[in-house]
């Protein structure tokens, strides 16, 4: 049984000039910047999130996602990264509560992951912000409440959670049963709609992002920025899943995708979907991944040593390298 830990600002309080200021996101003069970033734009429970945090989270998301840095663009996008910036500061403000602090460790291998998910080299994410002129501050906030999260979930839950070994007979039966039917590897966007007046909103930004994602944006990033599915923070991977596991609505349209096609946006009973379909496999059951080249892991140690040492010299170097 999955349960969702869902946490409710008692205080969350927009701005009324905001949709006034977000209009003007273009600015030119030092001064009217200098007035900008000293702006309010929502406040959490007390804690304010600056118009300067919100702009430098948009120049992250414009980057990382390939979108035209445009007023345009900066304005269709500018409410839910205001809303996943609000998320954000609540998840804290709990991690806060429950005496539960930021590891950086954790952070450093969230971002490391961010790398993977984009494809890119180690240390490159880092040099890609460098070249923008973008804050790493920024990021480094973002990824910093992503593995608060990952951490607190397991401590309110771990402690609820029994598998019984008839639970884990009945997966291995099941895995076992399911060689060779088809697996699909799935990324997605999920667009939640919570209320009828939600519609338009929503749909619209699922037509936005689909435009973005033809035009070659990119899809983790556009995932981990605006999808509100658990997938989100591992850039919208589902991971292999077989064939049909999937509501009914997704089903339809995965079973017509080939590998690398694209589909959405699809409206389900509880919002709006955006899937690729990645790859296909037949399943292998329980025999696991295909067996690949061994990798080990060499160390090496020189200690050095004249020529025809004596044999007390070659003692003493091996006694060193045992310790």
């Not at 007390?46 to 840095?69: H, K, Q, T």
């Not at 999260?149 to 399911?178: L, V």
């Amino acid at each position: 049984m999955i349960r969702t830990l869902k946490l409710t600002a008692t205080r969350i309080r927009l701005v009324l000039f905001f949709v006034c200021v977000i209009t003007f996101v273009d600015f030119t003069s030092s001064d009217v910047q200098a007035q900008q970033s000293l702006g309010i734009a929502a406040v959490v429970n007390d804690e304010m999130i600056s118009m300067y945090d919100l702009n430098s989270r948009l120049d992250l998301v414009i980057a990382l996602a390939g979108f035209p840095n445009t007023p345009e663009s900066r304005q269709r996008i500018v409410s839910q990264v205001l809303r996943s910036l609000i998320d954000e500061r609540i998840q804290l403000q709990e991690g806060k509560r429950q005496s539960i602090s930021v590891d950086p460790g954790k952070v450093r291998a969230e971002i490391a992951a961010l790398e993977r998910q984009n494809g890119m080299e180690p240390g490159q994410l880092g040099a890609f912000i460098k070249q923008r002129g973008l804050q790493r501050s920024t990021l480094e906030e973002q990824m910093g409440a992503r593995a608060l999260w990952r951490q607190m979930i397991p401590t309110r839950f771990a402690r609820g959670i029994a598998i019984s070994d008839e639970e884990i007979t009945e997966i291995i039966a099941k895995i076992r049963d399911n060689k060779g039917k088809p697996e699909d590897l799935v990324f997605e966007i999920f667009l939640p709609i919570n209320s009828a007046n939600q519609e338009q909103d929503v749909t619209r930004l699922a037509g936005r992002l689909m435009q973005q994602l033809e035009n070659g944006a990119n899809f983790s990033a556009i995932a981990q920025n605006f999808s509100k599915s658990s997938s989100a923070s591992a850039g919208g991977r589902l991971n292999w899943t077989l064939r049909g596991q999937h509501g009914a609505e997704l089903n339809q349209i995965i079973q017509t995708l080939q590998p690398g096609q694209l589909a959405g946006p699809v409206r389900t009973r509880d919002g709006i979907y955006i899937v690729v379909l990645q790859a296909t496999r037949p399943s292998r059951g329980l025999e696991g991944p295909p067996a690949g080249p061994e990798k080990v892991k060499l160390y090496q140690l020189h200690l050095a040593m004249p020529h025809k040492p004596v044999p007390e010299l070659v003692n003493q170097r091996i006694n060193m390298a045992l310790t």
